[in-house]
């Protein structure tokens, strides 16, 4: 394995597109999908892609995207620069479907990916981790909602945020406390960190 401190971003890149460690489990096949800068602000710290996301090879191009994006107050063209925002899944491939929606991220794509993209992050000042899975890697286990509605404990560096499916609908219609606490928060902190 490559030395991530000598490892240039287009290599892992590269390496990364390549990929094909989980492929036969994968029902739509591999297809890596992140957005990755040295340069990145700010680290959007997700679960997987979709399927649109997957046809796509954007990450965040569909309903869950604009929804994040208006949470965090950024326009698409902001968004999508890499220079800026980098877009980090822990599973980096569409993993199927599961009960109840999308099966959670293959277990073999964060420990072979997850360092040697961080090493590339050296000017992260804000972490947003999107959905549950995302904030049991970084955080470890405790109850979603619990953790976002105690997100200033996790402040300046990291804000927990539910995943913004189309489920996150009804989620907020029963934390109203979401929209009235977090987001204004949140919408300053990646100013903030963009500035």
Not at 41 to 66: K, M, N, W, Y
Request: hydrophobic share 45%; charged share 20%; with cysteine.
């Amino acid at each position: 394995m490559t030395d991530p401190e000598v490892e240039s971003l287009q290599d892992l890149l590269d390496q990364i597109a390549a990929c094909r460690v989980c492929g036969d489990a994968l029902p739509l096949g591999p297809r890596p999908v992140l957005q990755l800068s040295s340069t990145a602000r700010i680290l959007v710290a997700s679960q997987a892609p979709g399927t649109r996301v997957h046809e796509s090879g954007v990450p965040f191009a569909d309903a869950s995207g604009d929804r994040l994006r208006a949470w965090m107050g950024v326009t698409k063209d902001e968004f999508y620069d890499a220079g800026r925002i980098a877009i980090v899944p822990l599973g980096l491939c569409y993993p199927g479907r599961g009960a109840g929606g999308d099966a959670p991220p293959r277990p073999e794509c964060a420990p072979l990916w997850r360092n040697r993209i961080m090493a590339q992050l050296r000017g992260l000042r804000l972490t947003l981790l999107v959905g549950g899975h995302a904030q049991v890697d970084r955080l470890g286990r405790a109850p979603m909602t619990e953790r976002v509605r105690a997100f200033r404990a996790y402040l300046p560096d990291v804000v927990p945020l539910p995943h913004p499916s189309w489920r996150s609908q009804m989620w907020m219609a029963r934390n109203p406390w979401f929209e009235a606490d977090v987001l204004p928060v949140l919408r300053a902190a990646v100013r903030d960190a963009l500035a």
